[in-house]
């Protein structure tokens, strides 16, 4: 994956959103785009999963549908992108195969932020090979609505106060939905209309995902 180099100092900055994206919707838009601003990053690259280890397989869409509503919904961000590694390995990956990809592609080593949910984070230390994701990139804890920054800052801090520089707490304007709410939408019928970008919404239309209650 080539992306255009144009900062000065020679090392990109970017950010890595990992998820199942079915489908992506506003708040992992909100939260990619305030995490680019906030840590000044080039470019934030969506990571659709594969086969996710923990969620139950014949529940998740297609991964060409869950690829293809990431990259409608990216397509009027110029410094979003949308890669195919998780979704085209033919094992599951784990966090740290992805990190590994990008932190040693064709254009060098950049600095890789990773973005994910606050209440994952806490669990890193079931994560594969943790110590060397902290290693090789910094991560970007996100707030959910209802979720205390505060309680999440405290339980790192007796954990593992060494974590404390790789790991930025960040704060994102109250932002509900999830991809479970808008599939609860569209098999009961409703709307979902500002949830999700536009073309996003006519894709899920039109191939008639979510029909059925999952
Ligand atoms: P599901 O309801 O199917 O679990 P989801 O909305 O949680 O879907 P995922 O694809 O599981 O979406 O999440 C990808 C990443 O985005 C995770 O790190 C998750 O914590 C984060 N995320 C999801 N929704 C929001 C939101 N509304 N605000 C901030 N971060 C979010
Ligand atoms: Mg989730």
């Excluded at 961000?77 to 599951?92: G, L, T």
């Excluded at 409703?190 to 996003?200: N, R």
């Amino acid at each position: 994956m080539l992306f255009p180099n144009d900062n000065n100092s020679g090392i990109m900055r970017v950010g890595l959103m990992g998820g199942t994206f079915d489908p992506i919707h506003m708040g992992h838009l909100v939260t990619a785009e305030e995490a680019r601003q906030q840590f000044d990053l080039d470019y934030v690259i969506f990571v659709p999963t594969g086969s996710p280890p923990h969620k139950d397989h014949d529940s998740i869409s297609l991964p060409e549908h869950r690829y293809l509503m990431t990259s409608l919904a990216v397509m009027s961000n110029p410094s979003f992108f949308v890669s195919s590694f998780e979704i085209n390995a033919k094992a599951p990956t784990y966090t740290i195969d992805t990190v590994r990809h990008f932190c040693c592609g064709e254009q060098g080593s950049p600095e890789l932020y990773f973005i994910t949910g606050a209440d994952a984070i806490l669990e890193i230390f079931t994560w594969k090979e943790y110590e060397e994701l902290l290693r090789l990139c910094t991560f970007i804890a996100v707030s959910r609505p209802g979720y205390s920054l505060e309680l999440f800052r405290q339980t790192l801090d007796s954990n593992c106060p060494e974590m404390q520089q790789k790991v930025h707490l960040l704060e994102i304007p109250a932002l509900a939905v999830s991809s479970t709410f808008i599939r609860e939408r569209v098999a009961l019928g409703k709307t979902i209309k500002y949830l999700t970008p536009e073309p996003v919404e006519q894709y899920i239309k039109n191939h008639g995902l979510y029909l059925v209650g999952k």
